[in-house]
């Protein structure tokens, strides 16, 4: 049963454009929700979070939208870099579940120059 | 350097064997996270301790076991290897004891092929 769905397994964008991920949860007792980004070789490494009382989170290039109506979260990237290739994981947790997270299968992101 | 530190990076093994994985977490976490990543998959929740005690159990085959020890590291044992236990293991470690996102810190991985 997979309860944090990233149904695009990759995505390509040319350098300046926006990138846009996309992710869809089932389980309504998420309260947060994280992206991760993974370089090859290199273990995960945190990005932006949201917490479900708020439905947007602004940090630099990067913002997270939640629409818990529809369960369905994005992570925009403006303006993309090609260092941002990379695979992101879109992640989440329910606070009576001692926290654990319960991540995507990722999408990988190439930005082309 | 996330902070949390993975042993053996790689390792080949054959099938029917056993492997301890080990992992230190960041300085001052008490809890301890173990995922695996099969190939072009996403991260499996395995296991998480805190402070020594098993907290939460994922999808963990009866042929694997973890342990947290008094000094918070932490070991992964698989045994009876098989071919589809080929992957990367990921440890992380995280402070949270409360409320809040739950941000965990993860190691670079150990790359468990089984051959």
């Known amino acids: 049963d997979q309860q944090v769905k990233q149904n695009s397994p990759s995505l390509s964008v040319q350098e300046g454009r926006i990138s846009i991920l996309n992710c869809d949860y089932t389980n309504s007792m998420f309260d947060y929700f994280l992206w991760y980004k993974k370089y090859p070789a290199e273990g995960p490494t945190f990005l932006i979070s949201?917490?479900?009382?708020?439905d947007k989170n602004e940090d630099g290039r990067f913002t997270v939208f939640l629409n818990k109506s529809a369960k369905h979260l994005s992570l925009h990237i403006v303006p993309s870099q090609p260092g941002d290739s990379a695979v992101y994981f879109c992640?989440?947790?329910?606070?009576?579940?001692?926290?654990?997270?319960?991540f995507g299968a990722g999408t990988r992101l190439a930005v082309h120059p | 350097d996330s902070g949390v530190t993975q042993t053996p990076k790689h390792l080949i093994t054959a099938t029917g064997q056993r492997v301890t994985l080990r992992c230190s977490p960041r300085?001052?976490?008490?809890?301890v996270y173990w995922y695996q990543q099969s190939l072009d998959q996403g991260l499996q929740f395995l296991i998480q301790y805190y402070n020594g005690e098993e907290r939460a159990k994922g999808n963990i085959l009866e042929r694997f076991s973890a342990q947290q020890f008094p000094d918070l590291h932490s070991e992964l044992n698989l045994s009876s290897l098989e071919l589809g236990d080929s992957a990367l293991y990921f440890c992380?470690?995280?402070?949270?004891?409360?409320?809040?996102?739950?941000?965990?810190?993860f190691g670079a991985g150990s790359r468990l092929t089984v051959l």
């Open positions: 949201i917490s479900s009382i708020k």
């Open positions: 992640a989440a947790s329910a606070t009576g579940g001692y926290n654990k997270l319960i």
């Open positions: 992380a470690s995280s402070g949270l004891a409360g409320g809040g996102a739950n941000v965990l810190t």
């Open positions: 300085s001052g976490d008490l809890s």
